[in-house]
């Protein structure tokens, strides 16, 4: 995180810039995640009263003062730590689309731990910030992805988060296929099985352990085989039915891997550079024609996580 501290006196204003993330990737369930090049951007100062203005995505739920996840979060954290309950006007613009499997709770949480730790001067580190997120969020890779950037993964010892982080390849870009319904991730966890074959958990442990690699070194050729899954996917395809349909393009058009954004319903495209893209977008448009609502997020992945800038 970049900025100046404030010891002493009224906070200043704190601006946020938290990215989108994509976590599982196919095989890596609860483990791993990318950050994505669109963000949400929060910029708030202590006021008399509470107050929200958003624009951007679903600006009219991100404008709440009741049912605001990132308003409660901020006060029950001041709350659980006996710090007065400080009042914020918060502008900010969503870059991120609600209910996708793009990492919006994870960023919507982080901005309100940043600033109950700014505006409560609760002096958390990293360390502590990640956890205190796990905590809340209930599996550690969005919220690593997101406060890091990159592409990482996570293991937690306790509530401790421990995370390794690679620069995805600069040249890779993603598409990030819409459908026109959110799925709430609790419905996405609903359809799981309670247990697995041993074949599928020795297909997925090759899998993942092939993925980290594939980031790390930009092996492009091996994504094919690294984001296959038969732990989740398989049993939320029905719910996200964008996944069949785009899956067969892997290997295509440029295409070197797909697989669910996080829980669902959304679906990460891998493109292998620029130049491919317009056929990747083609591809995936005309695979997905019938699908009425269906919105594209070109992107990039982001190296860089969370950024804040204090001003007094």
Not at 177 to 187: F, G, K, M, N, V
Request: contains cysteine.
């Amino acid at each position: 995180m970049s900025g100046q501290t404030i010891d002493e006196g009224k906070p200043g204003t704190l601006r946020l810039r938290l990215p989108a993330t994509s976590a599982n990737l196919g095989p890596g369930f609860d483990a791993v995640a990318v950050a994505l090049d669109f963000f949400l951007e929060v910029e708030a100062e202590a006021a008399p009263e509470f107050s929200v203005t958003a624009t951007g995505r679903n600006a009219d739920r991100c404008a709440r003062l009741e049912d605001n996840l990132i308003l409660e979060t901020y006060k029950q954290l001041l709350r659980k730590h006996d710090r007065p309950l400080a009042p914020l006007a918060i502008r900010m613009v969503n870059g991120i689309p609600l209910g996708m499997g793009c990492g919006s709770s994870a960023a919507a949480r982080l901005a309100a731990i940043a600033l109950a730790n700014h505006f409560g001067q609760l002096g958390w580190d990293t360390d502590r910030i990640l956890e205190e997120a796990y905590k809340l969020e209930g599996h550690p890779d969005n919220v690593a992805a997101c406060w890091l950037g990159g592409f990482v993964t996570a293991v937690c010892e306790g509530t401790k988060v421990r995370v390794a982080r690679a620069d995805p390849p600069e040249e890779w870009r993603a598409i990030v296929a819409l459908p026109q319904d959110p799925l709430a991730t609790s419905e996405a966890r609903a359809v799981l099985p309670a247990s697995y074959s041993l074949e599928d958990v020795v297909a997925n442990l090759q899998s993942v352990g092939v993925l980290g690699q594939a980031f790390a070194q930009g092996r492009g050729d091996l994504l094919r085989l690294a984001m296959r899954d038969r732990i989740h996917q398989p049993y939320r395809a029905p719910i996200c039915p964008l996944l069949p349909i785009l899956l067969p393009l892997v290997g295509e058009y440029g295409i070197l891997g797909v697989a669910l954004s996080g829980a669902g319903p959304a679906v990460l495209v891998i493109v292998d550079e620029e130049e491919g893209l317009a056929d990747a977008t083609k591809a995936v448009q005309k695979a997905a024609e019938n699908r009425m609502g269906m919105e594209l997020l070109i992107c990039r992945f982001s190296q860089a996580g969370a950024s804040q800038l204090i001003e007094k």
